[in-house]
């Protein structure tokens, strides 16, 4: 049933190109604040690097649980558990 949730309801295609263009615009903002605000190159480079790298990590591993389903390494494994609930329900209707 909760598997069926995800599927049938997946984030709005304009609430994920909003969270796209914001991203962005951070992108460029965080570049713009940090290299205004920090005397030495490097690290202004580094600083940058990693709060972005970050809130895009964030913004991938959304989109990868929102579409939990497929044949990708990370998917869930749907043929396992549909034989799992199988043996489950055989189980259950087992008139022991």
Do not use: C
Not at 25 to 42: E, N, P
Request: charged fraction near 20%; avoid cysteine; hydrophobic fraction near 50%.
């Amino acid at each position: 049933n909760n598997a069926q949730k995800i599927k049938n309801f997946p984030v709005p295609f304009p609430l994920a190109q909003m969270i796209f263009v914001m991203l962005v615009f951070h992108w460029f903002l965080t570049t713009l604040v940090v290299a205004t605000s920090v005397d030495k190159f490097y690290w202004a480079g580094f600083m940058s690097f990693a709060v972005i790298l970050s809130f895009w990590s964030i913004h991938y591993i959304g989109q990868e649980l929102e579409q939990p389903f497929g044949v990708d390494d990370n998917d869930l494994p749907i043929k396992e558990m549909q034989k799992d609930m199988n043996s489950s329900l055989r189980d259950l209707m087992d008139p022991r």
